[in-house]
């Protein structure tokens, strides 16, 4: 497809599930990203991917979440055993090229966990 | 580690209003900076970045900002305001340094700009 493409929008889980995100980049972009955005807060960084490598996962919450890019080219975001405290919009971009800030993000992916 | 400040949750004009939605950065290192726009139920897109040489970016939709390193702050504005510019708009800002941390972004908390007729 011609943008980002986030999978499902809308997901609602109970406390305690588990979930998978999905996210299908531009095509031939190398650098994938997943960014966390709370209600009322700007994005925040979760884990970066340079195609298949996992280069930054400082951000991930806890050791419940969980990323893969398998291929260098879709990637999913797992949360094991959700907490009231994911409920927040997933967020994933990819660019061509890292370090110039030029991202382009998909619509999001809506978790709330009751 | 950097972070954005954005003075203003949310910035109320009428239309042909000029604009000035503001940012200030902290950082310890040279930086990168960026304004985002995300209209209603779309993703992210980037308005404009700094990245080196002339201080005013001029970006898409007619925005421009201006860095300015001894205030440490990257003010977004706009001469004359539409409709269809309502929408919210983050400040972000990236280490600069080669091989470091400059894939990842720092954001602000938004600013909602509401332009009314």
């Known amino acids: 497809g011609a943008g980002v493409s986030q999978s499902p929008r809308y997901k609602v889980a109970k406390r305690g599930q588990d979930v998978a995100l999905r996210c299908d980049p531009i095509?031939?972009?190398?650098?994938l990203f997943w960014y966390q955005q709370a209600l009322g807060q700007g994005p925040e960084f979760l884990t970066y991917f340079q195609n298949e490598a996992q280069l930054d996962k400082s951000g991930l919450p806890s050791d419940r979440f969980f990323a893969e890019r398998p291929e260098g080219s879709v990637s999913t975001l797992k949360i094991q055993r959700t907490q009231q405290e994911d409920s927040a919009v997933y967020l994933c971009?990819?660019?061509?090229?890292?370090?110039?800030?030029?991202?382009?993000f998909g619509e999001g992916s809506r978790l709330t966990v009751l | 580690a950097q972070s954005v400040t954005q003075l203003d949750s949310q910035v109320p004009v009428f239309e042909e209003a000029p604009v000035e939605l503001r940012c200030n950065y902290s950082?310890?290192?040279?930086?990168?900076l960026f304004w985002y726009v995300q209209y209603p139920n779309q993703g992210l897109q980037l308005l404009l970045k700094y990245l080196s040489g002339s201080t005013l970016v001029k970006g898409i939709n007619g925005f421009e900002a201006e860095f300015n390193k001894s205030q440490t702050s990257f003010h977004l504005r706009k001469p004359s305001v539409h409709i269809s510019d309502t929408a919210e708009y983050f400040c972000a800002v990236s280490d600069s340094l080669s091989g470091g941390s400059n894939y990842k972004l720092t954001f602000g908390k938004g600013t909602l700009l509401t332009v009314n007729p």
């Open positions: 095509s031939g972009h190398v650098s």
């Open positions: 950082s310890s290192v040279s930086v990168y």
């Open positions: 971009a990819s660019s061509l090229l890292a370090g110039t800030g030029e991202l382009f």
